[in-house]
């Protein structure tokens, strides 16, 4: 049986962590770390996803603000909202909650955001620093990932990663990061066509696919390190991209769904923000 690498303990150490240094910058300069975040309309699992990530800024002790604008906006509206926070000089972070409704230009928005309150690390420069493994803003989700890994306390130099998936968000940026820390990395994808047999060769497997149990157990490695990305909504309640139950008699380390990668991904939100504010000062 693999040891599950949780993630709701492992980020409420990061958070209990930031608490202390939010404070000590609040001390230190005389004013509270700011992240704003824009929800345009009412899809349920954004509002769900925003008020979490407003409950735990304000946790951490950041300001929090949060701009609800109707689902039908225009593009000049929702552009204007971005536009006035990244001038305002005291938001050090700008998440505008993904997807946008349909009838808007989602490059366009972010876009105007400037890179250095990028808190999702989406824009092309910092995807472009990423790439050249300077210092900059990482996506929160594979970030998260490679603090997952680190918990392990395993040295993963030289080992074989897999992801599957290949998304901008997830799956290239979740690359780049285990080629920084040395592992041979192949990325799999919809169009990969031997994928068991390359999954099968992976100490490490990071699914970031979007399909319910799509990790079978006769495509692990016996000892791999198993991250499952994927939050799919069933009639069985929430399931990742790994079968879990027949994996984890497989896998070295395992995380699980939910209470794996999700609780991450919201914690390293607020490390983002925190090192934009940092960065802020520095410059
Ligand atoms: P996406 O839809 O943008 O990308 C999915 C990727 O899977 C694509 O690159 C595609 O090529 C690949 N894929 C699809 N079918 C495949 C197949 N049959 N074989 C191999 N590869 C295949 O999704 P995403 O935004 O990267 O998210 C992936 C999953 O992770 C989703 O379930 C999403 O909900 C979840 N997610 C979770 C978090 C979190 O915080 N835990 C954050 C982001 C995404």
Do not use: W
Request: overall charge negative.
């Amino acid at each position: 049986m693999a040891n599950i690498i949780d993630g709701k303990a492992l980020s409420q150490k990061i958070k209990d962590d930031l608490k202390v240094k939010v404070d000590a910058f609040e001390q230190k300069y005389n004013r509270k770390i700011t992240l704003a975040v824009i929800l345009v309309g009412e899809n349920p699992a954004s509002q769900v996803y925003v008020k979490n990530k407003i409950k735990a800024t304000e946790y951490v002790g950041m300001k929090s603000l949060a701009f609800y604008l109707p689902e039908n906006s225009t593009q000049q509206e929702v552009e204007d909202a971005v536009r006035s926070l990244a001038a305002d000089d005291a938001v050090d972070g700008i998440l505008v909650q993904l997807p946008l409704p349909k009838h808007l230009n989602e490059n366009a928005v972010l876009d105007i955001i400037p890179a250095e309150k990028d808190v999702d690390g989406f824009l092309a420069e910092n995807v472009g620093k990423l790439t050249l493994g300077l210092p900059t803003t990482i996506a929160c989700t594979p970030f998260g990932v490679t603090k997952m890994l680190e918990s392990t306390g395993l040295n993963f130099s030289g080992k074989n990663a897999v992801v599957i998936g290949r998304s901008n968000i997830v799956g290239k940026p979740m690359a780049l990061l285990l080629l920084q820390m040395n592992c041979t990395v192949t990325v799999c994808h919809s169009k990969t066509t031997n994928l068991k047999e390359i999954c099968k060769q992976a100490d490490v497997v990071v699914a970031a696919i979007g399909r319910p149990k799509f990790v079978t157990a006769d495509m692990v490695k016996e000892g791999a390190v198993v991250i499952d990305v994927g939050i799919n909504r069933t009639e069985n309640g929430l399931v990742g991209d790994v079968d879990f139950d027949a994996v984890k008699d497989i896998a070295s380390y395992i995380t699980p769904v939910p209470g794996g990668v999700g609780p991450m991904t919201i914690a390293m939100l607020l490390e983002n923000t925190y090192l934009c504010a940092e960065r802020k000062i520095n410059v």
